[in-house]
């Protein structure tokens, strides 16, 4: 039997959780909906696709190679929202919490 990783674009995921699903919230009334989202779904991959391994991706909020390369990328974009954003750092947690996996954070890894 061969070895399978499934590999993740944590923004990607996040994002379509957001608009997916009603605004949620929890007693503190921090914004939850989406992290809620990308569980079910993660959940739902992983139950199909049993792999050995996992790893998600999540941009950084800063300049990459694409930026560097065509100054107008992603110019016509409307930024995140806020109720997303403040997402972002909660689920990389829960993430962290739910499997021990190393978390590593490159910069840029184009030049």
Request: proline content about 4%; overall charge negative.
């Given at each position: 039997m061969s070895e399978k990783i499934l590999l993740i674009d944590g923004h990607?995921?996040?994002?379509?959780?957001?608009?997916?699903?009603?605004?949620l919230t929890n007693a503190e009334g921090k914004h939850t909906g989406a992290v809620y989202g990308f569980l079910n779904i993660?959940?739902?991959?992983?139950?199909?696709?049993k792999p050995q391994y996992l790893t998600v991706a999540f941009d950084l909020h800063e300049p990459t190679f694409r930026h560097k390369m065509y100054e107008a990328y992603k110019g016509t974009r409307k930024p995140m929202p806020e109720e997303l954003r403040e997402q972002v750092p909660l689920m990389k947690e829960v993430l962290k919490n739910l499997v021990s996996f190393p978390s590593i954070?490159?910069?840029?890894?184009y030049h």
């Open positions: 990607s995921i996040l994002n379509r959780a957001f608009y997916g699903l009603p605004d993660l959940f739902r991959i992983l139950e199909e696709e954070c490159f910069i840029s890894f």
